[in-house]
């Protein structure tokens, strides 16, 4: 039996060079440095590393390049977000040659479905998929996946081996965690929300697939070892922090362009998204970069902007949030954009 999937997943950027094209180099530098810097594991075609913005081709070339690259370092779990059974399924081929751990399979998009069609969904792929699959569960995005359903397809097929959950829903992980793990004890909750890492961790999950960890794979590594070793004061201290740095990632920019515009800050070229940008998009991106580059340089993971940051306000953890608007503001009218 394969390994219980663990620890913090990276669902990686891809970098595009100036002709629009996948940046092999350059993914290849970024795959790397991430499992320098101790992450778990690498997820290609995520939602941050834009699948639906890269065709069929493209996406496995992806996959190949971080398989390639990780060379059995960590697992690769391979996103197999496609939009039907069949191609799913090709997909799910394709990432067992290539040495990818798993398939992360989002629930079917577009058409709103019933449970018993989201299960149904699920079981032919898991019936017939040579390679161990998670499921993913969007509701944002997707046909939410109940308890039920996961519960029923965690007992019924062995390569169903786990969930990414993005909901952010405490009391949901909980129903879940409480519903399969008596049945499957190898069964991995992984949670797609950082901005709750650590309350999740406590509550029993085991890990998490974290965008943030595309910039500050440090601190999310961090904060998963704190809580495992049990310390979670110092582990929610952190998680305020990574708090801060996520809504600005999150909030101003069009995802997951905040993200890729911090890991910039750590020494990569992404080049420009594929998802065409206003100039005034592209001036706002400029402006809320240095935002960032406050923030990280408060981790001590890069150097403040030569004209300096704006004063802090020292407000406690729970008004942090009014903290970033009021820099995000404070640079904006510098640049005489509001």
């Known amino acids: 039996m394969s390994a219980k999937l663990e620890g913090i997943f990276t669902p990686t950027l ?4 100036e002709r629009g094209r996948i940046d092999e180099p350059e993914l290849r ?3 790397s440095w991430l499992i ?16 639906t913005r890269f065709n069929a081709e493209e996406r496995r070339r992806i996959v190949q390049i971080v398989c390639d690259e990780a060379r059995g370092r960590v697992p690769v779990l391979a996103g197999a977000a496609e939009a ?12 067992a040659a290539m040495g990818a751990r798993a398939a992360a399979i989002v629930s079917p998009f577009y058409f709103r479905l019933t449970a018993e069609s989201v299960y149904a969904y699920f079981a032919e792929i898991a019936a017939r998929s040579p390679i161990d699959i998670t499921l993913y569960n969007i509701p944002a995005f997707a046909s939410p996946i109940d308890v039920p359903t996961i519960r029923r397809l965690a007992g019924e097929f062995p390569r169903v081996t786990g969930i990414k959950d993005s909901t952010g ?3 949901f992980m909980m129903r879940m965690i409480s519903a399969v793990r008596p049945l499957r004890p190898d069964f991995s909750f992984l949670t797609g929300w950082e901005a709750v890492l650590a309350p999740m961790l406590l509550i029993g999950c085991d890990g998490g697939t974290h965008a943030s960890s595309n910039a500050v794979p440090e601190v999310t590594r961090r904060i998963y070892d704190l809580c495992r070793a049990g310390n979670y004061a110092e582990a929610m201290q952190w998680q305020y922090r990574i708090l801060e740095l996520f809504d ?9 362009d905040g ?9 990569f070229r992404f080049g420009r998204s594929r998802q065409p940008q206003t100039g005034a998009q592209r001036a706002d991106r400029a402006a809320l970069a240095k935002v960032l580059q406050c923030i990280l340089a408060d981790f001590a993971l890069v150097a403040p902007p030569p004209e300096g940051c704006p004063p802090r306000t020292g407000q406690p953890p729970q008004d942090k949030l009014g903290q970033v608007v009021f820099e995000v503001m404070h640079e904006l009218e510098k640049r005489g954009l509001i």
């Open 29 to 31: 530098r970024f795959i």
């Open 84 to 95: 039907n059974v069949k191609e799913t399924l090709d997909a799910c081929e394709a990432y």
């Open 259 to 267: 993200f890729r515009a911090a890991a910039e800050l750590r020494g």
């Open 169 to 171: 829903d405490l009391a």
């Open 36 to 51: 320098e810097r101790g992450v778990h594991g690498v997820y290609p075609n995520g939602s941050t590393g834009e699948f």
């Open 248 to 256: 600005v990632m999150i909030g101003p920019f069009e995802f997951p």
């Open 14 to 17: 891809v970098p595009l060079d």
